[in-house]
């Protein structure tokens, strides 16, 4: 299943996806707002891969994720956070968090538990 799972991102992002799905998770109000979760949600996964989580970034799949963690709270939020944990590990990914993600990730580690 993961072999499948990692195929098939190689493919969407291969295919221009990531575009794609950051252009729907730009989306707001009524039906796009489910579509712009969906994408941020997608955008998530195809970063747990080093390749992945660089393409995203360079994608502006980063800034996505940063708005995902402004939201606060769900089960978006931590796969957002999952995600900036593996984008930073690129540079492309560590530019994005460092220009737009700090107070965001700042404000999760202040309300989080830990």
């Known amino acids: 299943m993961v072999a ?3 195929k098939a991102h ?3 992002i291969k295919a221009g996806g990531i575009d794609a799905l950051v252009t729907a998770a730009k989306q707001t109000g009524g039906d796009a707002a489910a579509a712009a979760e969906g994408a941020a949600f997608v955008l998530a996964s195809l970063s747990s891969s080093t390749s992945g989580a660089e393409q995203v970034a360079k994608g502006g799949g980063a800034e996505v994720l940063i708005d995902a963690l402004s939201q606060g709270g769900g089960e ?3 796969a957002a956070a999952v995600a900036l944990s593996q984008l930073v590990t690129s540079d492309a990914g560590r530019k994005a968090i460092l220009a737009a ?3 965001a990730c700042v404000l999760l580690l202040e309300g989080s538990d830990a």
Do not use: D, K
Request: net charge positive; aromatic share 0%.
């Open 76 to 78: 978006l939020t931590v």
């Open 4 to 6: 499948q799972c990692r």
């Open 10 to 12: 190689t493919h969407v």
């Open 101 to 103: 993600g700090v107070p």
